[in-house]
Nanobody
Framework: QVQLVESGGGLVQAGGSLRLSCAAS????????MGWFRQAPGKEREFVAC????????YYADSVKGRFIISRDNAKNTVSLQMSSLKPEDTAVYYC???????????????????WGQGTQVTVSS
């Protein structure tokens, strides 16, 4: 199995930036799609961004497009989420996840991601 640990969350003012990181251990995720999801208070967890194993295919939720950038470093077994122009509505617990499919599938569906981190809190004040 893969263990994921997120870091980099915190409190930031609206318009500010944060960079989230996710470190994978247990095995390499270099051939797997990795993604970020978030869950705001009282809401369901939602897709934020994902990146294919090669970095060639990247997808974003419309709500973060143009403000967030997902990237990965396969040598370090990490995936990051650079968040800029943050808004109060970005406040949520952010989760890193990996799609364990061995075929390099690129999916935006939560059900296709087999391993999840514990989450990191991002709070954006107005």
């Amino acid at each position: 199995q893969v263990q994921l640990v997120e870091s980099g969350g915190g409190l930031v003012q609206a318009g500010g930036s944060l960079r989230l990181s996710c470190a994978a251990s247990g095995r390499s995720t270099s051939t797997n799609t990795m993604g970020w999801f978030r869950q705001a208070p009282g809401k369901e967890r939602e897709f934020v961004a994902c990146i294919s194993w090669s970095g060639t295919n990247i997808y974003y939720a419309d709500s973060v497009k143009g403000r967030f950038i997902i990237s990965r470093d396969n040598a370090k077994n990490t995936v990051s989420l650079q968040m800029s122009s943050l808004k109060p509505e970005d406040t949520a617990v952010y989760y890193c996840a990996v799609d364990l499919s061995p075929f390099g599938r690129v999916s935006l569906r939560q059900a296709d991601f087999g391993s999840w981190g514990q989450g990191t809190q991002v709070t954006v004040s107005s």
